[in-house]
């Protein structure tokens, strides 16, 4: 598995914010994936054809990046139950959360919304304490 560099943090979290800023200034909306995903079940897509551009930027990405030298991880040291079952319990946090990592993280904390930064706080400590029970418990 590739190891991240300093560079890579900071290219990737710039590219981030610039996506973010430009669906907010030219598009007025927030690029809060897991609201994004909802919408597209609830709306005509000839309508709202942004988000269809925007889950397909996400889709394409990496082959634009390892163009540039980037790549993802190859291989991933997890069964595909417990794959899954991150999957959906990353789906009840996003509904119980009312929104998710990008959405609050990103977006929530950039506008200092109070209810974006108590949200981003509960994930990472919620991250902590996973890793803490996988790493050292398990």
Request: hydrophobic share 50%; net charge positive; with cysteine.
């Amino acid at each position: 598995m590739e190891q991240l560099t300093l560079f890579s943090s900071i290219v990737g979290g710039l590219i981030l914010a610039t996506s973010a800023l430009f669906l907010l200034f030219f598009n007025g909306k927030i690029a809060g994936i897991s609201g994004i995903l909802y919408g597209l079940t609830k709306v005509h897509l000839s309508k709202e054809y942004w988000q269809v551009s925007f889950i397909l930027g996400l889709i394409v990405s990496p082959f634009f990046s390892a163009m540039l030298g980037f790549h993802l991880p190859t291989q991933i040291d997890l069964s595909w139950e417990a794959m899954s079952i991150g999957g959906l319990l990353v789906g009840l946090g996003t509904k119980l959360g009312s929104g998710c990592t990008s959405g609050h993280g990103i977006c929530g904390i950039g506008r200092l919304s109070i209810r974006s930064i108590i949200a981003t706080s509960i994930f990472m400590l919620t991250a902590m304490f996973t890793v803490f029970l996988l790493k050292f418990v398990s």
